[in-house]
């Protein structure tokens, strides 16, 4: 007999984040909050100079260009243009990579 094994979804959110970093390094919550918010602020400005933000061991995040394009909004069968735009790319590190392979086996 087979057994379905149903796994819970669990996402971080930036306060759990705080909660275990200022846990772990025994700081106050409002220095790691600030710490993160301003990490955060300068890998947004880099990326919108089209910069790339390369974390090793983690991976790297640079932006792309989604060229226009045409399609049929399913709902109402019109015809819409979609302009060109940014968006993100991640590129996790061989580390990382190697990493989740060996958590699923």
Do not use: W
């Not at 909660?19 to 790691?32: I, P, R, Y």
């Not at 947004?44 to 061991?57: C, D, F, M, Q, T």
């Amino acid at each position: 007999m087979s057994r379905t094994v149903i796994l819970k979804t669990y996402n971080m959110l930036k306060k759990d984040l705080v909660n275990q970093v200022s846990t772990e390094l025994s700081l106050q919550k409002q220095d790691v909050t600030m710490a993160l918010n301003i990490l955060l602020a300068t890998m947004s400005n880099a990326l919108a100079e089209n910069r790339r933000v390369e974390i090793r061991g983690f991976g790297s995040i640079s932006t792309r260009k989604r060229g226009s394009r045409c399609t049929k909004n399913p709902k109402t069968g019109m015809i819409m243009d979609i302009p060109e735009r940014k968006t993100l790319h991640f590129t996790m590190s061989k580390s990382l990579k190697e990493a989740l392979i060996n958590e699923t086996e």
